[in-house]
């Protein structure tokens, strides 16, 4: 077996271990085990000088292999690092693609650490409600500083190889034949006597750090991921600053242990392969290949329009954005450049960057100018009338084989197909707002939509770097329906006893980002009042505030009151008007606990979940937890809703 995962060469006494493990070299119990062996001769081998550790394939170790996570098989990754450690051998390890958790903790264990330009390193167990199990906080703190440290491991995201490079995770970044130059690397350090001690050994090296700072950034970090499990990794980082190594070690494991047996973890390893299996082809259609696109037609320059078409033009796509008038098209283009220049100015983007995005983006009156599209996403008014027009006039222009996408929230895809003499060609293609930044896509597949077309949806989310979920065809389909079904009872609670601030309090402790109340104010009440009227369906309360007025923040009030800052505080004048139909309905006020709040809005929303199982238009239930956690803000420390309810309901944010 070590031959065939671990190679060894020896080029003029410095030891290649080339490790493979298809796909992504993970660190499964048999390629430990087959290294441990390879590191016996290495260690052997009085002719052997030095050692270089590569990887085969397209990265470098892309860390552990989950599904033997908490399984305690030897050698463990800990202990070979100690072994590499201790060999009394000059070690590198070259790093291309990825090294990521347990593939940088290895690489930490080596006396240096070379590159290719492209190369990124991340410790991303966070991303799982774990940390770093091998000494990557510990490590890291030592070389980088406690800082530097908290922030890899405690926000999950890759780093590039040049800004490693700064931070002294990386020794050198080459350009050209990797191993050779991390041999030459290696060869010229032992000529020159140029070895530092083993990184354990580098406490005394590490940068200062400021313990407030520390604390005030996990919190900042806990808020970004929706999750608490950054705090964990600020315990490990502050351990590595205060403890001796031996110490520090046992003091991450004994974290890293706790997280893996921590309803916190299993419900994020439960999102972590749900993701995955929501972006594969359904089974029924697996073999099916995708269609060609290059060029999208955007209907429609709103937010909606504009969000989408920066969303294709941020993945390389050339857009055409179609509206009505010129007006209203510049209207669009002007929210485009805003948004871009927004970014420009805080940072995260590049300007020549966005002036190429830019100019992927073109804009027109004429229909006819979408001819040459492949993709056509219409993102008009919400209306079934104006998107079977609007469907019919595509039908007439669109070249053969392109594939029309409606963006709607609720309407049926198979009465718009309808409109069209090429239902195969239709789906629905529901993205989030704003869609140049949420990740969720609704594909809602027709009764005739065709495979490849659903195959062709798929990878296209997936190139824009969406979380992609296949629907069936209903009313508001996954998402909205069991939105819907959770609001239900919301004016009722507001009606029997609640304030909308005691509401949105009861879902930020549960763990959600936001209540509904303050959801609906910065959406807009009016979007829920128009579908309410074209459905029939009036909800007196909210009815109310909008016959008022009273849209939410762009109105500057609806639920809450709103300063010039969109700064929220309770309206009496909500409270009265409340009052006031309660007292109409003979209702008498009392006070509500936040459990009862949350057991009557998500209680619905869960029986509305087991409902859409039944009748298919979900596949999974893992799948109806993948659209509330990245559409709707479910705390991903609950795994979304069906797990949640799986696991037991009404389990405070306070007992992961």
């Known amino acids: 077996m070590s031959d065939s995962m671990v190679r060894l060469d020896i080029q003029n006494g410095i030891a290649i271990l080339t490790l493979s493990n298809p796909p992504v070299n993970a660190l499964s119990h048999a390629l430990r085990t087959a290294f441990s062996v390879r590191l016996v001769e290495v260690a052997r081998n009085t002719a052997v000088e030095g050692l270089v550790i590569a990887c085969a394939g397209r990265t470098f170790v892309d860390g552990a292999e989950i599904s033997e996570l908490g399984q305690v098989n030897t050698p463990m990754l800990r202990e070979i690092i100690s072994r590499l450690e201790s060999m009394g051998k000059p070690s590198v390890a070259a790093l291309h693609g990825t090294a990521l958790g347990g593939g940088l903790e290895l690489a930490l264990g080596y006396t240096f650490r070379v590159a290719n330009q492209d190369a990124k390193i991340g410790l991303p167990e966070v991303k799982l409600g774990l940390l770093p199990g091998a000494g990557g906080t510990v490590r890291t703190t030592y070389l980088a500083g406690a800082k530097a440290s908290l922030e890899l491991a405690g926000s999950g995201e890759m780093m590039r190889a040049d800004a490693a490079g700064k931070l002294g995770l990386i020794d050198a970044v080459f350009a050209g034949d990797l191993i050779a130059n991390a041999v030459r690397f290696l060869q010229r350090k032992i000529s020159e006597n140029d070895i530092p001690a083993p990184v354990s050994q580098r406490a005394g090296d590490m940068p200062s750090a400021d313990p407030a700072a520390l604390e005030k950034l996990a919190a900042e970090l806990c808020q970004k991921a929706r999750s608490s499990a950054p705090m964990l990794t600020g315990q490990a980082v502050k351990a590595a600053l205060e403890l001796d190594f031996a110490r520090a070690m046992q003091e991450e494991r004994r974290l890293f242990d706790e997280a893996v047996a921590s309803p916190r973890s299993?419900?994020?390893?439960?999102?972590?392969?749900?993701?995955?299996?929501?972006?594969?082809?359904?089974?029924?259609?697996?073999?099916?290949?995708?269609?060609?696109?290059?060029?999208?037609?955007?209907?429609?320059?709103?937010?909606?329009?504009?969000?989408?078409?920066?969303?294709?033009?941020?993945?390389?796509?050339?857009?055409?954005?179609?509206?009505m008038n010129a007006e209203a098209l510049q209207r669009g283009l002007e929210r485009v450049a805003t948004t871009y220049a927004r970014s420009v100015s805080r940072g995260s983007l590049a300007r020549n960057e966005a002036d190429r995005r830019i100019a992927r983006i073109e804009g027109t009156v004429e229909a006819a100018d979408l001819a040459k599209c492949d993709l056509i996403v219409e993102a008009a008014f919400e209306d079934m009338e104006v998107k079977k027009l609007v469907f019919a006039e595509l039908d007439r222009i669109a070249r053969p084989g392109a594939i029309l996408a409606t963006n709607t929230s609720y309407l049926n895809v198979d009465a718009i197909a309808a409109a069209t003499s090429r239902p195969d060609d239709v789906l629905g293609l529901h993205f989030f707002s704003p869609a140049n930044v949420m990740k969720l896509v609704e594909v809602v597949r027709g009764a005739e939509t065709a495979p490849n077309v659903l195959a062709t949806a798929l990878d296209v989310s997936r190139k824009l770097r969406k979380q992609p979920v296949v629907v069936g065809v209903c009313h508001g389909f996954v998402g909205n329906r069991m939105l819907a079904a959770r609001n239900a009872q919301l004016s009722q609670l507001l009606l029997e006893g609640a304030t909308p601030a005691q509401v949105d309090g009861a879902f930020r402790a549960l763990g959600w980002p936001m209540g509904p109340c303050q959801m609906q104010d910065l959406a807009g009440l009016d979007i829920n009042w128009r579908n309410r009227k074209a459905l029939g369906t009036p909800d007196a309360l909210p009815d109310r505030l909008c016959?008022?007025?009273?849209?939410?923040?762009?109105?500057?009030?609806?639920?809450?009151?709103?300063?010039?800052?969109?700064?929220?505080?309770?309206?009496?004048?909500?409270?009265?008007?409340?009052?006031?139909?309660?007292?109409?309905?003979?209702?008498?006020?009392?006070?509500?606990?936040?459990?009862?709040?949350?057991?009557?809005?998500?209680?619905?929303?869960?029986?509305?979940?087991?409902?859409?199982?039944?009748?298919?238009?979900?596949?999974?239930?893992?799948?109806?937890?993948?659209?509330?956690?990245?559409?709707?803000g479910f705390p991903r420390d609950l795994g979304g809703p069906m797990f949640w309810d799986d696991k037991g309901r009404l389990r405070t944010k306070g007992e992961i």
Do not use: C
């Open 266 to 323: 299993e419900a994020l390893r439960h999102l972590f392969f749900a993701e995955r299996a929501a972006a594969k082809l359904p089974e029924d259609v697996a073999e099916a290949g995708t269609r060609s696109v290059q060029a999208v037609g955007v209907i429609g320059a709103g937010t909606m329009g504009s969000g989408i078409a920066m969303a294709f033009a941020n993945s390389g796509y050339d857009v055409i954005i179609r509206e």
């Open 547 to 632: 016959e008022l007025g009273r849209f939410g923040q762009k109105a500057g009030k609806g639920w809450y009151l709103y300063d010039g800052n969109r700064e929220r505080k309770p309206d009496p004048e909500v409270q009265v008007i409340i009052d006031t139909m309660a007292a109409e309905r003979g209702i008498t006020r009392k006070l509500l606990s936040e459990n009862e709040i949350i057991d009557r809005t998500h209680g619905p929303m869960i029986t509305e979940g087991r409902r859409i199982l039944e009748e298919g238009i979900a596949v999974r239930s893992s799948d109806i937890d993948v659209i509330w956690v990245h559409g709707y």
